[in-house]
């Protein structure tokens, strides 16, 4: 049975995880992602060293120290042989690690990218596999981040000059932003945030919410889905136009971001409907309370030709059952259509 000790840390570690995972999404550049993920390593994991191999279109080959920075490795690296052998599928090549060594790929399955820790402990087996799933999740996201960030060097060449590149004037910068125009495309495609919000799209709230609730589950800790909807978009755009429309979207976003917690997911899912994931001990009843206030609030406050009115629907998860994340959204989903039926009868 976990321990109240050690459900507190596994909660500090979901909500440090998902802290790391929202600043890396608001990140363009390699480097800052590698510091991220050292440094969630370094605090969480307590490493001794590290070495990240990646392979795709882009190689790259960091090594981070026990502090967490990031730099980049030569292939003479202690651990560059059972890192590549990982990579190679070659059978056997995660049993050549020495005891105190840890290698984790992602996919499980012919892994693209493969990260090998040190510890100068040894560690019993709880704590092992604690620490395996800590850099199992900071690496997906890590691998996640460099995948949608557009680069015409190589990662090591990157992490060797970012400090340099960042020291240069206001031109260069601006010289560096004009290069990255010609892949806004590529990074649209991949991004995980909706243009128009800011917020998470669908594919980016199932990547952070999914790994919240993974950890919610271990832990046993209370987690809520809720899913809203924009009353009377489709009159404001007939009426006031698409303009209108974009701003009524824009204020329901952050009518709800405000009646949320920063570690909290939220997402638009598409057209006038939203999702969000609360790790939180309330009653999804006491969240709904939030949001009308909130509601009321801004229609008290703000001059627009529209009023702002959402349908909201709550679902408490079961953190102990087997029902995956996905049938919480659609339970939720019917939740807000009941709710939004009885407002019209």
Not at 225 to 243: F, M, T
Request: aromatic share 4%; net charge negative; with cysteine.
């Amino acid at each position: 049975m976990t321990s109240n000790t050690e459900a507190g840390t596994e909660v500090g570690q979901l909500r440090a995880l998902l802290a790391m995972s929202r600043e890396l999404m608001q990140t363009d550049e390699p480097l800052a992602a590698l510091a991220l993920a050292g440094q969630a390593m370094a605090d969480l994991a307590r490493i001794d060293s590290a070495l990240l191999l990646v392979r795709g279109e882009v190689n790259a080959s960091i090594g981070f120290d026990r502090t967490g920075m990031p730099c980049s490795a030569p292939h003479s690296h202690n651990w560059y042989r059972i890192a590549s052998a990982q990579l190679d599928g070659e059978p056997g090549a995660a049993d050549a690690a020495d005891p105190r060594t840890m290698l984790v790929g992602v996919p499980t399955q012919r892994a693209m990218a493969v990260l090998v820790a040190g510890w100068s402990d040894d560690a019993a087996p709880a704590v092992r596999d604690g620490r395996r799933r800590l850099l199992g999740t900071i690496l997906e996201l890590s691998v996640a981040t460099l995948g949608r960030i557009s680069a015409r060097s190589s990662l090591e060449d990157l992490v060797s000059t970012q400090y340099e590149q960042m020291a240069g004037t206001a031109q260069a910068h601006a010289d560096d932003m004009a290069r990255r125009d010609e892949s806004d495309g590529a990074l649209r495609a991949l991004a995980l945030t909706d243009v128009l919000t800011g917020l998470n799209n669908r594919r980016g709230f199932f990547v952070q919410a999914e790994h919240m609730f993974r950890l919610a589950q271990r832990t046993r800790a209370g987690c809520t889905v809720i899913y809203a909807d924009i009353d009377g978009l489709q009159l404001v755009n007939d009426q006031l136009g698409h303009a209108a429309g974009d701003q009524l979207i824009r204020d329901a976003a952050a009518v709800l971001r405000e009646s949320l917690r920063d570690s909290d997911v939220l997402a638009r899912f598409g057209g006038d409907e939203f999702v969000a994931f609360v790790l939180d001990d309330a009653h999804p009843r006491a969240i709904l309370a939030r949001l009308r206030d909130n509601l009321h609030a801004f229609n008290l406050m703000q001059d627009r030709a529209y009023r702002l009115a959402i349908s909201a629907g709550a679902v408490r998860c079961d953190s102990g059952s087997d029902t995956a994340l996905f049938d919480y959204v659609q339970s939720a989903d019917r939740e807000m259509y009941l709710h939004k039926r009885s407002c019209l009868h």
